[in-house]
């Protein structure tokens, strides 16, 4: 529970709300209809665009560039109280998954862990959001909070520059030993930088017994525009 934000307001409330009172699509502006709880009309949804498959990195897979539209949905659920864009979100995530065959043989679905006083202070974990999302349209298991930050571990990963955030997120996590024995996991994160946080995440799994891990994320940081055609609309 969000103990110092409107959370009865946002849980409760927004959704009646939003049902009720036209709202404007947080993109093009126009009213949307029925399905306005997803924030944004089908035809801004439609304008992002998937990010480029990698095969030199074929264990991790992004939704869409961190850019544009893709980018300002991301800061509206994570930093201005829209959890409920998380579910569209996660839906495009499943669907790039299935696509990519990232999906094949997968047991369960993990979200990389909040800063406690992060999860604090906003209410709830970006990652565990999607991941919920994503487990529930792959009709695989959400893992419970297993994987977690190590206590000496607790300063925000973001204050740090480059190569400090790098050593830190990489001994950051830890699971118990065995809890993922012979386990399949995809890993599931909002957005991939350095790759540092899914790297120390991977590790704490790894050494926890899974068998392997793979990462998923909403968007992913690099320069320039990747294209290509988006497979389906799950929305």
């Not at 993990?110 to 349209?137: I, K």
């Not at 957005?191 to 540092?196: E, P, Q, R």
Request: charged share 20%; glycine share 12%.
């Amino acid at each position: 529970m969000r103990l110092n934000g409107p959370c009865l307001f946002r849980i409760w409330l927004y959704p009646v709300l939003a049902l009720v009172v036209p709202t404007p699509c947080g993109g093009c502006g126009d009213y949307l209809g029925p399905r306005q709880l997803l924030g944004y009309c089908s035809g801004c949804w439609d304008l992002i665009q998937p990010d480029r498959y990698d095969p030199q990195h074929p264990l991790q897979c992004a939704a869409t560039p961190y850019a544009g539209l893709a980018r300002e949905i991301l800061l509206e659920a994570k930093f201005r109280g829209r959890p409920e864009l998380f579910r569209p979100m996660g839906l495009r995530m499943a669907a790039i998954c299935r696509f990519t065959g990232l999906d094949r043989g997968l047991d369960l679905v993990a979200a990389v862990p909040s800063h406690p006083f992060t999860l604090f202070r906003r209410g709830y974990n970006p990652a565990r959001e999607l991941a919920r999302a994503v487990a529930g349209d792959l009709g695989l298991p959400l893992a419970g909070p297993a994987l977690r930050r190590k206590f000496l571990h607790l300063a925000p990963l973001k204050k740090a520059d480059r190569e400090g955030r790098r050593l830190a997120a990489e001994s950051a996590f830890v699971a118990p030993r065995g809890r993922f024995r012979r386990r399949r996991v995809l890993l599931i994160d909002d957005i991939l930088t350095t790759g540092s946080t899914s790297r120390g995440c991977r590790s704490a799994l790894l050494a926890a017994g899974a068998s392997t891990v793979r990462v998923l994320v909403w968007g992913r940081t690099q320069a320039g525009a990747a294209g290509g055609r988006w497979p389906g609309r799950p929305l």
